[in-house]
């Protein structure tokens, strides 16, 4: 098939890689470079550098909410367009370009999540399992009819990026599998009762909450490893949690302190031991590691 791909980070190129193995790539739609630094220097998506390596036309405009850029998107006549967290809302102008229109690889088993980040939030809610679902797009958010889908158990002690590595992997295949099998599947509608809202994970979540029971704050630091990590700040610098796990220390509950050479939090109704921590400006690394380099 000829392909018009739409994706921007590590998640959707994975998916690309594979597409190219197997079909023409006629195009890559990738959310414009970032300006940033001192130098200003620009920073190209993933997506985008992978593309022009390969010889692949790289087209990054900042809104698709005009006539000129679906005229532009409908001239590249390829057969359907692959999109995997572009970043960018498709109008019904570019989702019937194609004959086989756009498709899409979702990060959850729709219809449960739906939204822009539905893999932390399945971890954050304690999901046992999630997966990947290939769909047909409709004008909706996420709410096209389902193709294809592939489970994927979230481990006790999985975190988001963990997981998002292996719904990456996941989607790669899936889409594949979808486009050899097109036209032995019959696309199923979603039931819009079983499906929750992944919405954007907004800063002031990641500072630490001393609110939450320590089961729901265990799970939290999981889903937000590594980005946007659970973080809390000590003598005006911040500390990013990667990792912690349950313990039998004495509740402190809005503490964060230290006992011999380790790092305990006190949520609501126990007590968290760290075991993974980032200092601001440095590599993530041991509580023990840590502590032999700052008098916490």
Same mark, same amino acid.
């Not at 998506?45 to 409908?74: C, M």
């Not at 304690?126 to 958010?141: N, R």
């Not at 230290?258 to 075991?275: D, P, T």
């Given at each position: 098939? +000829? *392909? ?11 998916? #690309? ?14 959310? %414009? ?6 130098? &200003?220097?620009?920073? +190209?998506? !993933? ?5 022009? %390596? ?21 001239? #590249? +006549? ?24 756009? $498709?899409? *690889? ?13 893999? @932390?939030?399945?971890? %954050? ?13 409709? %004008? ?8 294809? =889908?592939?489970?994927?158990? *979230? ?30 599947? =019959? !696309?199923?509608? @979603? ?28 799970? +939290? *630091? ?5 980005? !946007? ?15 912690? $796990?349950?313990?039998?220390?004495? &509740?402190? @509950? ?6 011999? &050479? ?6 609501? &109704? ?7 921590? @980032? ?10 590691? #840590? #502590? ?5």
């Amino acid at each position: 098939m +000829k *392909i018009v791909f739409m994706g921007t980070p590590d998640f959707a190129l994975q998916a #690309l890689k594979s597409l190219a193995k197997e079909h023409e790539v006629v195009a890559v739609y990738t959310k %414009e470079p970032k300006i940033s630094g001192r130098g &200003n220097k620009i920073t +190209k998506t !993933p997506v985008h550098l992978w593309a022009e %390596e390969q010889g692949i036309e790289v087209r990054t405009p900042k809104t698709l909410r005009n006539d000129e850029e679906q005229k532009n998107f409908a001239e #590249l +006549k390829a057969d359907i367009a692959v999109v995997a967290a572009y970043g960018l809302i498709l109008s019904k102008a570019f989702l019937e370009a194609y004959p086989f229109g756009c $498709v899409n *690889i979702h990060a959850s088993l729709l219809p449960r999540w739906r939204g822009a980040a539905p893999i @932390q939030r399945a971890i %954050e809610a304690g999901d046992k399992t999630s997966g990947v679902t290939i769909m047909k797009m409709a %004008e909706g958010l996420d709410t096209g009819d389902m193709l294809l =889908k592939k489970e994927v158990e *979230i481990a006790p002690d999985m975190t988001g990026g963990e997981l998002h590595d292996r719904l990456a992997d996941a989607g790669a295949e899936l889409i594949l599998k979808v486009l050899r099998e097109w036209k032995n599947i =019959k !696309p199923q509608a @979603q039931d819009d009762a079983l499906s929750c809202y992944a919405g954007k994970i907004e800063k002031a979540e990641s500072l630490l909450d001393f609110e939450l029971s320590v089961e729901e704050l265990k799970r +939290k *630091i999981r889903a937000f490893n590594p980005y !946007p990590a659970v973080y809390f700040e000590h003598k005006g610098e911040r500390f990013k949690i990667l990792r912690a $796990v349950m313990c039998a220390a004495k &509740n402190q @509950q809005g503490r964060i302190w230290r006992e011999e &050479n380790k790092l305990f939090i006190g949520a609501k &109704n126990a007590a968290l031991e760290i075991v993974e921590i @980032q200092r601001q400006g440095k590599r993530g690394m041991s509580v023990e590691e #840590l #502590l032999r380099g700052y008098d916490f």
